[in-house]
T-cell receptor
Framework: SQQGEEDPQALSIQEGENATMNCSYK?????LQWYRQNSGRGLVHLIL?????REKHSGRLRVTLDTSKKSSSLLITASRAADTASYFC???????????FGTGTRLTVIP | DTEVTQTPKHLVMGMTNKKSLKCEQH?????MYWYKQKAKKPPELMFV???????INESVPSRFSPECPNSSLLNLHLHALQPEDSALYLC?????????????FGDGTRLSIL
């Protein structure tokens, strides 16, 4: 399968804490993207990191990419109840023309 | 609000019915996608259209029939569906199939097959 793996599957934290979720993939990629999905809604693009980048920031989000280990992490700092959602990594793989999604992490932020 | 609009939001149909899902975007994107998503699972790619031509069909059963009448509109025609086809159907678009671009998703159609 070309699908990525994410861990943990579920994460529950208190508001104000940081949340870290990890993504591993199997093949060569051009970029890796992170998406958020609120319950019953579509996916919202958060951040895209290219294969030649190691770290990227966007507001309270920090993404790292290690192509030698074929892994990425998403850090959400100072979490809020509104961050409660499922988070998916997705890879744009070399030679393919569509995204391959990871299994997802369900984040719950307790007020 | 999303820039990709899907209708209807909810659909309940019997196994002998024929219905269609509609997706519309006005961002000038030339790549459009249909995904199927079951509860607590990632989206599964079904079809990709590029410049109004079918580019990828992920071995989807023929009871699902996609159509791209123009660059802004994508339809998914449904006929003789099975209960296991109940899912959230998501449409997405991006400027082209070329990589290094995010996809923009609609909020989906929640489909229930009786």
């Amino acid at each position: 399968s070309q699908q990525g793996e994410e861990d943990p599957q579920a994460l529950s934290i208190q508001e104000g804490e940081n949340a870290t979720m990890n993504c591993s993939y199997k093949t060569s990629i051009n970029n890796l993207q992170w998406y958020r999905q609120n319950s019953g809604r579509g996916l919202v693009h958060l951040i895209l990191i290219r294969s030649n980048e190691r770290e990227k920031h966007s507001g309270r989000l920090r993404v790292t990419l290690d192509t030698s280990k074929k892994s990425s992490s998403l850090l959400i700092t100072a979490s809020r109840a509104a961050d409660t959602a499922s988070y998916f990594c997705a890879t744009d793989q070399t030679g393919a023309n569509n995204l391959f999604f990871g299994t997802g992490t369900r984040l719950t932020v307790i007020p | 609000d999303t820039e990709v609009t899907q209708t209807p939001k909810h659909l309940v149909m019997g196994m002998t019915n024929k219905k269609s899902l509609k997706c519309e975007q006005h961002m000038g994107h030339r790549a459009m996608y249909w995904y199927k998503q079951k509860a607590k699972k990632p989206p599964e790619l079904m079809f990709v259209y590029s410049y109004e031509k079918l580019s990828i069909n992920e071995s989807v059963p023929s009871r699902f029939s996609p159509e791209c009448p123009n660059s802004s509109l994508l339809n998914l025609h449904l006929h003789a569906l099975q209960p296991e086809d109940s899912a959230l159907y998501l449409c997405a678009s991006r400027p082209t199939q070329r990589q290094n671009q995010p996809q923009h998703f609609g909020d989906g159609t929640r489909l229930s097959i009786l």
